[in-house]
Each structure stands twice: as structure tokens, then as C-alpha cells.
């Protein structure tokens, strides 16, 4: 093994672990939880370590960046995450890679969105990417839980996409646990309406316990297994 390879392979037993121990703690089952490892900033070597070492989710949050790394990656087989802010006139293009598109948070982009993947000739997996902001700011990433199942049913009429559940980062200045408790809630009422979109992309390397207490089935980790990323996006 190459010394990246053994740093890598060491960050994923330590996050495999506190994966473990979080669902040990919550009283959930350890195949409850999947880990997408979120690779943004990184080369596709360290994707082609991490499939070596038994990853098999990927998370980006750049169109460019995942385009280029999912093609390089592509013989790999992996299940390519798009995690970033969508622009309308890129989500066609994301969904000729995306396998899932975790950050869907307007109506704006379900008929692109749902047009890439019919040009693809395979339905994409959406989870709506709900805001946990506190009322009255200004929801910059997520769906105000207040609009969600307008837009959720928009996603269930578009043919060529699934719903499959909810998305959520947990807002600064505010403690996780509380942030996700309400995604819990919000959640609940979710999947009274969608029973088949159990799916919870929620918790990161800071939070993944949390969120994991609170129903997540999905947990995406960058610094946690690839190391500090540069400061500047
Ligand atoms: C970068 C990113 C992550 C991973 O964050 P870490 O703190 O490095 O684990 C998770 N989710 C989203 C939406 C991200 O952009």
C-alpha cells in the first residue's frame, strides 16, 4: 500500500467506526446507515483508493469537477452523489452522471433535471434538500419545510426521476442535535405522504452522531477520511 493509501484506509476504519458506534448507541442496526464519502477537492486516484478499500458511494458538490471525476472513475461501478447548489442550466448535464440528486431545493430544476436523465435512459434518484434554518432567514440551501410538498409532488410527477427522501446540512450557530431534531419531525411528516422515500442524507465529519440519533440513512464524509481541504473553494 502506498502511504495515501494507508492514511485513507486508516480514516475509513476510525469514520467506519464511530458509524458503528453511533447506531450501537441509537439502538439501529449498522447496515441502517450508509457512508457516502464526499470527494470534493480530491483527485480521482483517491477515488480509485477509496473503491479499492470498499467504497462504493461518492459524494461532489462542483458540476465541473464531478463530470471530470465521474468519467475518470467511470469503469469503478460506484454510485456518483451529487451533493452542491444546482444551477438550472447545469442540472441536465448532472444527471447524465448523477446516480443520485441529493440537492434538489426548487421546482426550477425538475423538468432539466428530469430531461438529463431521460436523455440517459435511466430514472435518477432525487432526495429534496430541505432547509433546517431557523424561520425568518433567509433559506439559502434546502426547500423551506413549509413549500416541500409542493415541491416533492412536482419531483413524483416527473417521470424519469425517483423520490427517495429528504437532504439536510445542520445550519452554524446552532447545535446539531437541535437542527436535527427537527429534520426528524419534518421528516416524519415526509414520509407519511412519500412512504416509499425513506432515504436521510444528513450528518458530516462534525455531526454524522448526531444525525445518525436523529433517523439519517445516509452520512456524507469528506474531511474525516481525505484530510483538511484547501481553504479557498
Ligand atoms: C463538503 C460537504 C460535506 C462533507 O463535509 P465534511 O465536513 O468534510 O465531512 C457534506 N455535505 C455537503 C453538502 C458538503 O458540501
Given amino acids: 500500500m502506498t502511504a495515501r493509501a494507508e492514511e485513507l484506509a486508516a480514516?475509513?476504519?476510525g469514520v467506519r467506526r464511530r458509524i458503528r458506534e453511533a447506531?450501537?448507541?441509537?439502538?439501529?442496526?449498522?447496515?441502517?446507515v450508509d457512508l457516502v464519502v464526499v470527494t470534493k477537492f480530491f483527485p480521482a486516484s483517491d477515488v480509485r483508493i477509496l473503491a479499492d478499500l470498499g467504497v462504493r458511494d461518492v459524494g461532489?458538490?462542483?458540476h465541473q469537477e464531478a463530470e471530470a471525476k465521474a468519467s475518470q472513475c467511470a469503469d469503478l461501478g460506484l454510485r456518483w452523489h451529487f451533493i452542491g447548489g444546482l444551477q438550472s442550466n447545469k442540472a441536465a448535464a448532472v444527471a447524465a452522471y448523477a446516480d443520485v440528486v441529493e440537492s434538489l431545493d426548487r421546482a426550477?430544476?425538475?423538468g432539466p433535471l428530469a430531461r438529463g436523465a431521460e436523455a440517459r435512459g435511466s430514472a435518477v434518484d432525487v432526495l429534496v434538500q430541505v432547509s433546517l434554518d431557523p424561520p425568518g432567514s433567509d433559506h439559502r440551501s434546502g426547500v423551506d419545510p413549509a413549500a416541500l410538498a409542493d415541491l416533492a409532488g412536482r419531483v413524483q410527477e416527473?417521470?424519469?426521476l425517483r423520490l427517495r427522501g429528504l437532504m439536510?446540512?445542520?445550519p452554524l450557530g446552532e447545535p446539531p442535535a437541535d437542527a436535527f431534531a427537527r429534520l426528524a419531525e419534518v421528516r416524519a411528516?415526509?414520509?407519511r405522504d412519500h412512504p416509499g422515500a425513506t432515504l436521510l442524507s444528513a450528518g458530516m465529519s462534525g455531526d454524522l452522531e448526531h444525525a445518525i440519533t436523529?433517523?439519517?440513512t445516509h452520512v456524507r464524509v469528506g474531511s474525516a477520511v481525505l484530510g483538511e481541504r484547501p481553504a479557498v473553494q
Fill in 11 to 13: 480514516n475509513l476504519e
Fill in 23 to 32: 447506531c450501537a448507541a441509537a439502538g439501529r442496526p449498522e447496515d441502517d
Fill in 60 to 62: 461532489e458538490n462542483r
Fill in 108 to 110: 426550477k430544476l425538475v
Fill in 158 to 160: 416527473a417521470g424519469a
Fill in 168 to 170: 439536510a446540512v445542520a
Fill in 189 to 191: 411528516g415526509f414520509v
Fill in 214 to 216: 436523529c433517523g439519517a
